[in-house]
């Protein structure tokens, strides 16, 4: 395990020498310390961007040239995938097969924009038909320049990656922030980095506190754009900073996404994608479907299959064998989502199963999948982020009304829909205002795919080409033809 910053190519403590401590959620054992970056080794990371950026030639090489950097990391990350996947295990909670999972789909994130790099050597110049034929005129793409990247706890690794890989393959240099609570993963990709050789100052890894590293990046006048997925109340934060120097931001907040369930659904499937729309990651989910609308017909038979399934779910330490809910990430988020609940009973909801630390697991932040009824609508249970294994299920009577509910709310991150009417459920996926919508599934996610939210859930989208288009910036060079004369003031 790691423990120090990788600033400019090297590794080296903090400037005053502080540490913080890495706490396993599954046995509440500190594991490890790592160094907490204070302002002055954030501005060292950005000048060594800077440098990297500015002077090194990091944008100056094909795209093809960074092509074989990402390709490596690539490799680089599933070389030790088991190792890594074990080390956000102990870090983040979550069960072994999930952070197996994430870990595996970093690697391709890396490959994936190492295809879109390459592809920018092969179509750097759109030309702009124009009116005037003395004019002619192209539009290229170049890449914005240092990044401050600051990501959640959720996917420590996968975070990571969405970031870093499109904004190394659009040229542009990185200042990373993982998590105080998760940073193992992003210094394990700093030296994965650094073993493959990427040149000095192009990757840099800043540990430590949001409001001391984080802010720093955020307030940094050599940072030319903004990065950032978690929090809304953060969100705004580094707008407003943004503001101030006019940095390029791109934003993935939170959301409370619904899950409509019609009548011609099959039970069962519904249950199963219910489940797996917030019980994965022990819900500690952005795209989370935390509320859950079922037509009046379905409901009293997919309500008594979701407590029993829900019952069933095997809670423990990642690393056991068949665990299929981990403790929560912290300490912190434990006492948030237990009073969240707390707060819905107190408004008049009903603990259909779960609500509580589970029997036989005193150490750990362990909680029960818990499904709430009888939720009200203006409650904060309905309308705010739970951000862990909870969800809220009511009923509906018509599509317009599902509609109607689903898009009551100030989020609009993403939203599902399960019917075997093809029709119908193209027509309510069209209506939703979300950014990603489910048909008959809940939260698979592929790197092809556009990933962002409307409303307070964000600005920009991260993955595919338009997770490349934000790390890029637009220019166009239009040339008048040599031996024409403009004629304005000299005839
Ligand atoms: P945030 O506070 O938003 O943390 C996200 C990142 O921002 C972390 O790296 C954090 O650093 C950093 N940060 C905090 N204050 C900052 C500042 N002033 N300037 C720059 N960076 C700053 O989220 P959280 O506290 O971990 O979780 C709180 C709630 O946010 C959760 O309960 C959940 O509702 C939501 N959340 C949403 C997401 C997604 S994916 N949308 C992910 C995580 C959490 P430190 O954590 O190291 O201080």
Redesign the pocket.
């Known amino acids: 395990m790691r423990s120090e910053l990788y600033i400019d190519g090297k590794w080296r403590p903090s400037s005053d020498g502080r540490t913080f401590d890495v706490v396993n959620p599954a046995t509440e054992e500190v594991i490890h310390r790592i160094a907490a970056a204070t302002a002055e080794d954030v501005d060292l990371a950005v000048k060594a961007a800077r440098r990297a950026f500015d002077r090194d030639g990091w944008p100056k090489l094909s795209g093809a040239q960074r092509a074989k950097y990402l390709r490596a990391i690539a490799e680089g990350i599933r070389a030790r995938q088991a190792e890594i996947a074990r080390l956000e295990v102990i870090d983040n909670g979550k069960p072994f097969p999930e952070a197996d999972w994430d870990v595996a789909d970093a690697a391709g994130c890396f490959d994936f924009y190492a295809g879109l790099a390459e592809q920018l050597d092969n179509n750097p110049e759109e030309p702009i038909a124009l009116p005037d034929a003395r004019f002619t005129s192209k539009a290229v793409k170049e890449p914005i320049g240092v990044v401050g990247a600051?990501?959640?706890?959720?996917y420590p690794l996968l975070m990571a990656a969405w970031k870093v890989a499109p904004a190394l393959a659009a040229g542009c240099t990185v200042v990373l922030?993982?998590?105080?609570?998760t940073s193992l993963t992003a210094l394990e990709l700093a030296a994965i980095a650094d073993d493959v050789g990427l040149p000095a100052g192009v990757l840099n890894v800043v540990t430590g506190?949001?409001?001391v590293a984080?802010?720093a990046?955020?307030d940094h006048r050599q940072v030319d754009k903004l990065a950032f997925?978690?929090?809304g109340p953060?969100g705004s934060?580094?707008m407003a900073a943004a503001a101030r120097d006019i940095k390029r931001i791109s934003l993935?907040?939170?959301g409370k996404s619904p899950f409509v369930v019609f009548d011609d659904a099959d039970i069962d499937e519904a249950v199963e994608w219910i489940m797996f729309g917030i019980f994965w990651n022990q819900g500690q989910v952005?795209s989370a479907t935390s509320r859950v609308l079922v037509q009046e017909g379905n409901y009293d038979r997919l309500l008594s299959r979701l407590v029993e399934e829900t019952k069933k779910i095997r809670i423990g330490n990642g690393l056991e064998d068949g665990v299929l809910l981990g403790p929560l990430v912290s300490k912190r988020?434990h006492q948030?989502v237990v009073a969240a609940i707390e707060a819905a009973k107190a408004a008049g909801a009903t603990v259909a199963c779960g609500g509580k630390r589970p029997e036989g697991f005193e150490t750990g932040y362990y909680l029960e999948p818990t499904v709430l009824t009888d939720v009200p609508l203006e409650s904060d249970a309905w309308r705010e982020?739970i951000?862990g294994p909870v969800v809220s299920i009511r009923t509906f009577s018509t599509e317009e009304e599902a509609i109607e509910l689903a898009n009551d709310s100030r989020f609009g991150l993403a939203a599902a829909v399960m019917s075997r009417d093809d029709r119908r459920a193209e027509r309510v996926a069209a209506a939703f205002r979300a950014g990603i919508v489910w048909i008959n599934c809940s939260q698979p996610t592929f790197t092809e795919a556009p990933w962002g939210g409307y409303k307070e859930s964000g600005i920009g989208r991260e993955l595919g080409r338009w997770g490349l288009d934000n790390y890029l910036e637009t220019k166009q060079i239009t040339r008048f033809a040599t031996g024409e004369k403009w004629g304005w003031y000299i005839k």
């Open positions: 600051i990501i959640p706890w959720n922030k993982p998590a105080e609570v506190a949001g409001s984080g802010q990046i955020i997925t978690g929090s953060v934060k580094i993935e907040l939170g952005c988020q948030q982020e951000f």
